[in-house]
């Protein structure tokens, strides 16, 4: 991020379970190297765990997160950069003002952060709504201009989300390796979404290191959880919110990961068994 701190369901027999079924997105923006914007699976070309965690409980029809809303928010937009007068507008985010969004980081090769957000959070919600959820994303694509960070937490408070993720990248120094979780702190009207997004931030976590194998944060936060109180999207939310940075954009290893599609899937299939763990 860097906020400028700088299987097909199975026939037969009648007592059957039902696979699960793995969905993806695609990365809009500018472009990328080679594979970063390949295609992930369609709905049913996987078959049983491979997309959305182990099967659901017998019961629930395979839609375990039916009745649930999630909000994700894909970092930054694509046309942010070339709307720097929109973009340093100032809002207020609870405790003062900010800009109204960033243009995000890159990696060393040009993978762009807004690119990485983007892919990683439509291959997320179609997991989730594979799995019953419904899922809504702050923005339509990834050529467009914010929306700022104060609307960004009001989309979640409209749909009065049962959980809501703000996904990123995160730029520090070449040095530092691994992911993290933010969390909010205590800032007037978030006070009370505090706790649960506390417990929202360690399911998401757990099931992040889990699925992927990404360290924790070498450079940021105490065994990959860090709690803010400057971040209009979290101290603005009124439901349980956390942002994810899914790894250092500028450290080689990281980016490794992050530029490849099928790694996308993985991190996506990931969230989504964190959110299955916290919301059942």
């Known amino acids: 991020m860097r906020i400028q701190r700088g299987g097909p369901a199975v026939a037969g027999l009648a007592l059957c379970l039902g ?39 017998e019961g629930s029809g395979g839609r375990p997160l039916a009745g649930k809303v999630v909000v994700i928010d894909p970092g930054h937009n694509g046309g942010n950069a070339s709307h720097p007068r929109e973009i340093a507008k100032k809002v207020y985010v609870g405790n003062g003002t900010k800009e109204c969004d960033t243009t995000g980081t890159d990696t060393v090769s040009g993978y762009s952060e807004h690119a990485f957000t983007w892919d990683v959070s439509n291959r997320l919600a179609k997991i989730l709504r594979a799995e019953g959820a419904k899922v809504t994303l702050t923005r339509k694509n990834d050529t467009g201009v914010g929306p700022c960070v104060d609307q960004r937490a009001a989309i979640g408070n409209n749909a009065h989300a049962d959980a809501a993720i703000s996904i990123h990248g995160d730029g520090a120094a070449a040095s530092g390796h691994g992911f993290h979780i933010i969390e909010p702190l205590a800032v007037g009207k978030n006070a009370k979404i505090v706790a649960p997004s506390a417990k929202l931030g360690t399911a998401l976590r757990d099931a992040y290191h889990s699925g992927t194998g990404i360290a924790y944060s070498t450079y940021l936060g105490t065994k990959a959880i860090d709690k803010r109180s400057d971040l209009g999207g979290l101290n603005m939310s009124t439901v349980p919110k956390v942002f994810i940075e899914c790894g250092n954009m500028r450290n080689k290893g990281d980016a490794a990961k992050m530029t490849s599609a099928s790694f996308r899937q993985r991190m996506a299939e990931s969230l989504a068994k964190g959110f299955q763990n916290y919301l059942s």
């Open 19 to 57: 696979a699960l079924a793995a969905c993806g997105g695609s990365s809009g923006g500018k472009a990328s190297p080679a594979g970063d914007t390949a295609e992930p699976p369609t709905a049913g070309a996987t078959k049983g765990t491979s997309a959305g965690g182990p099967a659901s409980p």
